[in-house]
């Protein structure tokens, strides 16, 4: 019942940009939590910005400054504007519910490749 729809990945430049954009499917969007995660090849899965219903916005490390979460409840959508990208910043993305069942749900992930 819950699917998340993510797109925007993409090849860039060190110091580019790029928008990644999750629609959510099957919840009441605007009352949630919603999260971007981020895995590296042979890296663990990690959390790089969460948002919570009324806009409070955490980030890891590694993105703070860099990095921006927001949401769009009327189109069901949680955004991460990436700027400033490094290579060390080439991951799958993915966005993340993490209500409905215990380990909530993942959407597909898209990839970023930032490279010269």
């Known amino acids: 019942q819950v699917q998340l729809v993510e797109s925007g990945g993409g090849l860039v430049l060190p110091g580019g940009s790029l928008r990644l954009s999750c629609v959510a499917f099957g919840i009441i969007f605007s009352v949630n939590v919603m999260g971007w995660y981020r895995q590296a090849p042979g890296k663990q899965r990690e959390l790089g910005a969460g948002i919570t219903s009324g806009g409070r916005r955490n980030y890891a490390d590694s993105v703070k400054g860099r990095f921006t979460i927001s949401r769009d409840n009327a189109k069901n959508t949680v955004y991460l504007q990436m700027n400033s990208l490094k290579p060390e910043d080439k991951a799958v993305y993915y966005c993340?519910?993490?209500?409905?069942?215990?380990?909530?749900?993942w959407g597909q992930g898209t990839q970023v490749t930032v490279s010269s």
């Open positions: 993340k519910y993490p209500g409905g069942r215990t380990n909530g749900y």
